[in-house]
C-alpha cells in the first residue's frame, strides 16, 4: 500500500514564508514526478510545480520566483517553500505523486495568507 502525507501548511502574513513538505511510503518501486497542486474555495485544482526523478522542475507563472520546489530521493519527499507570500496564494496545497505504478493525491494542507 503506497501513502502521501503533506505538512506545513498554516496562516502567515503576507510577505512571509512557508515551507510544506510531502513524504511518499510504502512500495513505490520507482517515483517519476511529484508535484504540488492548490485550489482555493470556488476555483479549479492548479498545478503549482512539479519536480521529476532527475530534478527537472515546472512552475507555475504565478509563483515564479517566489516559490521553490525541491526533492530527496533518498527520503521519497518533496518540498516547497514558498516566499513573499500574497493573500492570492491561500488554498489547500496538495501533493501528488506518481510512479511507475500509481498516481497518488494527499489529502492537502490549509495555506492562509493575511493581508
Known amino acids: 500500500q503506497v501513502q502521501v502525507v503533506e505538512s506545513g501548511g498554516g496562516l502567515v502574513q503576507a510577505g512571509g514564508s512557508l515551507r510544506l513538505s510531502c513524504a511518499a511510503s510504502?512500495?513505490?518501486?520507482?517515483?517519476?514526478?511529484m508535484g504540488w497542486y492548490r485550489q482555493a474555495p470556488g476555483k479549479q485544482r492548479e498545478l503549482v510545480a512539479n519536480?521529476?526523478?532527475?530534478?527537472?522542475?515546472n512552475y507555475a507563472d504565478s509563483v515564479k520566483g517566489r516559490f521553490t520546489i525541491s526533492r530527496d530521493n533518498a527520503k521519497n519527499t518533496v518540498y516547497l517553500q514558498m516566499n513573499s507570500l500574497k493573500p492570492e496564494d491561500t488554498a489547500v496545497y496538495l501533493c501528488?505523486?506518481?510512479?511507475?505504478?500509481?498516481?497518488?493525491w494527499g489529502l492537502g494542507t490549509q495555506v492562509t495568507v493575511s493581508s
Open positions: 510504502g512500495n513505490w518501486f520507482t517515483i517519476n514526478v
Open positions: 519536480i521529476s526523478s532527475g530534478g527537472i522542475t
Open positions: 501528488k505523486v506518481t510512479g511507475s505504478r500509481y498516481g497518488v
